[in-house]
């Protein structure tokens, strides 16, 4: 017993506790128990000091940073919105996006492929799908004032990921004076807010009757080099259209039905070879409801191609597309939809 009461009144090795102070540890014998996966949390122990389990201040706890001082002088906290860089009203997402539980739904943002060779900047996202689907927006403004306003869109693939987002570039006046007929700058932006394809329709003729200047739009990927044209030809029942390489070499042929309205079901335009014998893809306005149809010029297109086919050539596919909204499907409401190629 004495020998005992000695070992417990000896101070601890490697320790500053007085004698007769319960070491901080349990004995050696009881240390293999211990779980040390275990992570401690402060909740778990009483804050009042001296207590055994009171762990105190972690030694590797670092505070405040000495040298930190505050905001710096002339330091601006940026407004309540902020989205960081970009353009302004284009919606700047990093990938992947996930939906945060509680929170509204975020479309994900398609991963990044590998680039292939030869592939202009932002165009490798064509490289491994077939299909594409296009939503436009709906703006309430437009809906509730018959006020034109620009378009935008989303770029999807067939798993709902977002490719691209496109938004249309016009002033107030040639949106509101000319219609369905304008000419328009459409911008494509990838992910990182970043205008990777640039669609610029010119002011053209929009009577079959006048076959001499008929429509056009071109396809510039990046911006400023072109890829591809979309060109209309005469014909006085069809919709017909001619795809064209940057060099202005005929590649592949559009063509829809004579009567481009439908109720409750798709319009379709196929995309055929040259000699037009093949049928290769098509480019589908899709029925989207009925008050939608009457009431907004908000529309749901889908694309398919050849996976095979070159991404230049996907790109232009993009833009016989919105070219093909704008001459068939851009009217609606209290104005009277176009339904032929007139």
Partial sequence: MDKQNAQMNAPHPGTNLPAGYPPPYPPAAFQGEINHSFSPRVGDYYSKAGHPGYLGPQAAYPGTQAGYSGPQP???????????????????????V????????VVPWMPAPPVPPNCPPGLEYLSQIDQILIHQ????????????????????????QRIYFATED??????????????????ILDNMGQEVITLERPLRCVSCCCPCCLQEIEI?????????YVIQNWHPCLPKFTVQNERREDVLKITGPCLVCSCCADIDFEIKSL???????KISKQWTGLVREAFTDADNFGIQFPLDLDVKMKAVMLGAC?????MFFESSGNREQRASVW
């Fill in 220 to 228: 510039q990927a990046p911006p400023g080099v072109p890829v591809g």
């Fill in 275 to 281: 000699d037009e014998e093949n049928v290769v893809g």
């Fill in 322 to 326: 919105f070219l093909i909204d704008f």
């Fill in 137 to 160: 927006q709906i703006e309430i403004l437009e809906v509730i004032t018959s006020f034109e306003t620009n378009n935008k869109y989303e770029i999807k693939n067939s798993l709902g």
């Fill in 74 to 96: 002339g330091y601006s906290v940026p407004p309540p919105g902020y989205s960081g860089a970009g353009p302004v009203g284009f919606p700047v997402q990093h990938q992947p």
């Fill in 98 to 105: 996930y939906n945060q539980p509680g929170g509204p739904a």
């Fill in 170 to 187: 016009t002033d107030c006046c040639t949106r509101n004076c000319l219609g369905a007929s304008r000419p328009f700058t459409l911008r």
